[in-house]
């Protein structure tokens, strides 16, 4: 093993095009169907050998929040390794921001150090190890887009064929996932989440459903028909957000005024991303968000 290798990895944003929440499941997880895709929107893992394990970042993250840190020790635990790693963590993807830079960070530091480590683990054992650490880590071992069911590691890769231009814009505060769920949780009592057979019947057609619209964002994806786009994405989580945080509802507002031909909130929130039909159109957009984080980005095509 080379003790002077270096190198870097890129972490990717996500978004959802398409976010459904059948219902909680036993292990206190929620089923979901949602189809992600990766954006040219990232983070910056670089990777050293050395004696002892460490992660160095200027993000606001404790060291036990840190997903960086918790992949590594996952991947000792997994593989029984105790070589050390400098691993140095440049943040440009917002915490709380629905972009799934977190779990994009865990799929490319068990990534990184799996090279590093010389492990040679396969995809599948490191998809393995990353939805231990959270739902949405498998995801960013099938960059571009894909398909998520169950808590979100049944994955189906989908292959896009345009590239779309975006504008995605945060406010200044965050959403807990958590509370999202719980809030989309006690907006629904009284729904058809609960045991039976009536209940199971309602969640395998909504399921059903969920995928049927899937296919048709995938086809308007792979077509570049905007209007299509609009009709079919959704987010679950948009109402009892934009509830708490009416922000939300107005960066949508402001997106749709500046032309953007769809807006929509990404994962829990609190970010919200319009698509443009010209790069142009999303820049002069950016400047109606002057207290707002805001980044220009394309949807990604092929894996990184």
């Excluded at 050390?84 to 799934?100: F, N, Q, V, W």
């Excluded at 948009?238 to 807006?263: D, F």
């Excluded at 159109?281 to 707002?292: D, G, I, L, V």
């Amino acid at each position: 093993m080379d003790a002077t290798l270096s190198f870097a990895l890129k972490a990717p944003a996500k978004i959802n095009w398409s976010l459904s929440v059948i219902g909680k499941r036993q292990d206190g997880y929620h089923d979901v169907v949602t189809l992600m895709q990766c954006l040219s929107i990232w983070d910056s893992l670089t990777f050293a050998l050395a004696k002892r394990l460490e992660v160095i970042t200027e993000a606001p993250i404790p060291p036990e929040s840190n997903l960086v840190y918790r992949a590594a020790m996952a991947l000792r635990g997994v593989t029984g390794s105790t070589l050390g790693a400098r691993i140095t963590l440049d943040k440009r993807i917002p915490l709380g921001a629905g972009l799934g830079g977190g779990s994009s960070d865990a799929a490319a530091a068990l990534a990184g150090l799996n090279r590093l480590w010389d492990l040679g683990l396969d995809r599948r054992a490191l998809m393995e190890v990353g939805g231990g650490l959270g739902s949405d880590v498998p995801f960013f071992f099938l960059c571009p887009l894909a398909r998520a069911e169950g808590r979100g590691d049944l994955l189906t890769p989908v292959s896009p064929a345009t590239r779309q231009t975006l504008l995605v814009v945060k406010p200044s505060f965050s959403v807990s996932t958590a509370w999202a769920y719980a809030e989309l949780a006690a907006s629904r009592c009284g729904g058809s989440d609960g045991e039976g057979e009536r209940a199971g019947a309602d969640r395998l057609t909504r399921t059903q459903a969920c995928r049927d619209n899937i296919n048709l964002i995938c086809k308007a994806l792979a077509e570049g028909d905007l209007r299509q786009l609009e009709a079919r994405a959704c987010n679950d989580f948009e109402e009892v957000i934009t509830r708490q945080y009416p922000e939300v509802g107005r960066i949508k507002a402001g997106l749709k005024e500046a032309g953007a031909s769809l807006a929509l909130m990404s994962g829990s929130g609190s970010a919200v991303f319009g698509v443009f039909r010209h790069k142009d159109e999303a820049q002069r957009a950016s400047t109606r968000f002057p207290s707002h984080w805001t980044s220009m980005a394309e949807t990604l095509c092929q894996a990184l």
